[in-house]
Structures are given as structure tokens and as C-alpha cells.
């Protein structure tokens, strides 16, 4: 195994890395750079495609570099992905809800030993967005040729003067993990944190009414007395110039709730939702919640295939707790999915318990990190450990019976 690597001009840079003659990959810095057959790689991940992408490049936080990873067999695209590297000390905050020692000092130990940070996959969801490949690819080598770009990424980052601290492959289940088991990945330490939150949809449901029925007579009181709560408020699809006229309200709403979670590591900028609703038209959908004629709520969700994924949201806390917002916000997503035929939702990370009580199934998720300290490295469960905010939740079961 050797490698080449050749730099050109500052706004595009090629690396190539042969791996037994078979495999070479192609970094690039910006969308327009994308081979035309990317799309087509794309098709069974929106977050891998290039209206998506270019969203991101267009209304990225001001702390994240995106990279964007062609795998070619001879001149054949046969891979694509992602990589974000995050420069955490250009944060504001990494997070106001818990203020106690243990956090201070945990911020104190991220600043200065773990600020710099290379994602292989999307840190602004959780899930396998990290690559897609072709059928004919070797798993396995596949992966291997992206801990290579990896490389390839951290010494280009170095001649910027950005030292990389951490690398990170991120989230995988069981099976998707198994495309990690090679010598080159054994210095990197294998983590899981809050699990993803996945709501399924049962084959003999077709519309909301037939999930209503399925829940035992506790959630369904539950579901009733949240929708009482909320009476007085208006849901509304926003279109783009809404979403526009709307956007510093949005920004609020969302920079609050930013704020208050336990862990950040990046903030979106202002324009981020009018841009997803301007590259991904009808596969973006977003969602306000107004009480006399006042935005005080908002919820996005956007069309993956079969599969619907929630993004971001935004309320104001107090109106939030009077009207059970966010829980009302839940069973929405749910009656939309399950109306239009979505297989299953995705409800990422956080409020794990109150997602449960929906129907919500925890997914473990499975990462992989090194540090470039070697010290650090060997004791990497430990430097996590330090890092990684502890949850405790309670898991639910709204149904009569299992599916």
C-alpha cells in the first residue's frame, strides 16, 4: 500500500491513495465540484445528495468546514461521502442547561484537548449519513479508503494551521458495524451514547385513528389531555417566503432551545431553514405552531425515501410547558407520517423518555474516535467519559401489544 498526494489550487485539492490498485478517492471542498453521477449514489440518502449539500454549504454553522469524498473504481464514482470538521472554540456556548462543576470542567478539558474535531459522517444528525456506496464495493475497503481521506483531510487542515484532535466515524448499528472490523481501525475507540429514537410504523395502520387504537387507555388519556393543552393553537405549513418573512422569529426560537440543551457543538446560521426549504422544495417540510397570530413554535421534518426524519425545532419554554407544545409537536409527526404512508420515523437523539411514550424505540448507535495524542488515545474511555453528558430516562410502552 503507497500513496501519492498532490495539492493545486487552494479552493480544490486531489488526493489520491491507491489500496491494491483498485480503489482511489477524490476530495473536494465545495458542491460545484461534484461529479455529475454523485446524485445517483445519493438516491437512497437525501442527506448525501447534492440539494441538500449545497443547503448545508450555504447556511453551514460558522464553526464547521464541510469535505466531500468521491470513491472511484478506476474512473467509476462508486462511493460518496461526507466529512465535517468542527472547530469547538468558536462556539458561543457548548451549552447553558446544566451548570455545575463537572460541566465547567468538562468544558475547560473539551477547549483544550478536544476543540478540534473531524467528523466522518453528518454531526448535525444522527444515523448512518456518513457514506454511500455502491453495491459492488467491498465494505471493508470501502470504509478503509475513508479513513485514508481522513488523513488526507487532517494534513490539509495542518497546512491551515488547524491541528486535528479528534477523529470520528459516526453512527452505526450492529450491522453496519461490522464494516469496521479491520487492523486499520483498531486504534480507535468504540463508543454509544443516547441511543436514536426510532418510531416504526405498523403494517395495519393507514391512518392515525388505527395508532390511536393500538395505545393502552393511559397514553391514550395522554394523547387526549396534551391535544386539550393545546387547543387555541394553530398549526400551519409555512411555504419559502414565510419561512423568510418569519426568519428572525425562527432563529429565536431555535437559539433558545440550542441553548438550553445539555451538550453543543455547533449553532445553525439564521438562513439554514430557508435554505433547506429552497434546495429541498417539497422533501423539506416546515411547521409553525402560532397562538394570536404570534409564531411561538415550529417543527421541520424532511422526506429520506420511505423513511421520515425530524430536524429542527424552536418554541417559546414557557408557552412550551402551559400547552405541551413539543409532545403535541410528536403526535403531529406521527399522524403526518403515518397518513402519507412513512415506514418509520426517525427521531434522532434527546427527550428520549417522552418520545418513548409515543412509540418511539431506542436504536443503539455505535461510533468510532481516535485522538491524535497518543496518551490520550490509550486512555480514550476515560477522556470520554469526561465528555459525554449521562441520561438516565425510563423506557415506555404506549401499546396493547407488541407489532
Known sequence: MFFQYTLTLSTYYETLYFLNSTYTFTLYETVSQLPDQWNNLAASNVFLSIPYLEALEQS????????????????????????????????????????????????????????????????????????????????????????????????????QGLKTHLTTFKDFNQEEL??????????????????????????????????????????????????????????QKLDLNA???????????????????????????????????????????????????????????VKNGDQMDTYFLGYDEQIQREKMLYLNMLYDMVAYSINKGFKEIVFARTALEIKSSIGAKPEKMTGLIQHSNRLINLNMSTFFASLEPKSTWKERNPFKENP
Open 178 to 235: 461490522t464494516a469496521f472490523s479491520t487492523p486499520i481501525f483498531s486504534n480507535f475507540y468504540r463508543f454509544t451514547t443516547q441511543p436514536n429514537m426510532v418510531f416504526c410504523s405498523w403494517d395495519h395502520w393507514k391512518t392515525f385513528d388505527d395508532y390511536l387504537s393500538s395505545l393502552t387507555k393511559k397514553y391514550r388519556d395522554q394523547y387526549k389531555r396534551c391535544r386539550k393543552k393545546g387547543e387555541g393553537i394553530e398549526k
Open 60 to 159: 453551514a454553522p460558522l464553526n464547521m468546514q464541510c469535505f466531500y469524498i468521491g470513491l472511484f473504481e478506476n474512473t467509476k464514482l462508486v462511493g460518496i461521502s461526507l466529512a465535517q470538521f468542527l472547530n469547538l472554540n468558536q462556539l458561543e456556548s457548548f451549552g447553558e442547561r446544566d451548570k455545575c462543576i463537572k460541566t465547567f470542567f468538562r468544558n475547560i478539558i473539551f477547549r483544550n484537548f478536544g476543540a478540534h474535531v473531524l467528523f466522518i459522517g453528518n454531526n448535525m444528525l444522527t444515523g448512518q449519513n456518513a457514506f454511500c456506496f455502491s453495491i459492488e464495493v467491498n465494505l471493508v475497503k470501502g470504509v478503509e479508503v475513508l479513513h485514508l481521506a481522513s488523513l488526507a483531510i487532517r494534513e490539509n487542515l495542518k497546512k
Open 243 to 301: 419561512i423568510i418573512f418569519l426568519e428572525d422569529t425562527i432563529y429565536e426560537l431555535y437559539h433558545h432551545v440550542a441553548l438550553n440543551a445539555p451538550f453543543n457543538t455547533f449553532f445553525l446560521a439564521k438562513n439554514h431553514f430557508r435554505m433547506m426549504k429552497e434546495k429541498l422544495k417539497d422533501k423539506f417540510l416546515f411547521y409553525g405552531y402560532f397562538e394570536k397570530g404570534e409564531l411561538i413554535g415550529f417543527n421541520t421534518l
